[in-house]
């Protein structure tokens, strides 16, 4: 399996802050933490999906629009390296 590397982990860092709308700093919250609990919504979750879909220049197949895709950033990060 593909891994990203460090400075893509903070683009979707940096699109998880701009897109997020998260009540908490994205810097605040650790990779695996779950984002939901957060303050990540489901409204808010297809607006990161769209953006990251634009920073890095994929397209997110059906069988990864699901919840658990978009958890943690370490979930984004490793569903972007297949992607990718």
Do not use: C
């Not at 893509?8 to 810097?27: A, S």
């Not at 569903?79 to 990718?84: H, I, N, R, S, T």
Request: charged share 25%; hydrophobic share 45%.
């Amino acid at each position: 399996m593909n891994t990203l590397a460090a400075e893509d982990v903070d683009r979707i860092r940096e699109v998880l802050g701009k897109y997020g709308k998260l009540p908490v700093e994205i810097t605040s919250v650790s990779d695996d933490a779950d984002l939901y609990d957060a303050g990540l919504t489901s409204h808010a979750s297809v607006n990161v999906m769209i953006a990251l879909e634009d920073e890095f220049d994929v397209e997110f197949p059906d069988r990864l629009l699901q919840k658990t895709t978009f958890a943690s950033v370490t979930a984004i990060a490793n569903a972007v390296a297949e992607l990718a």
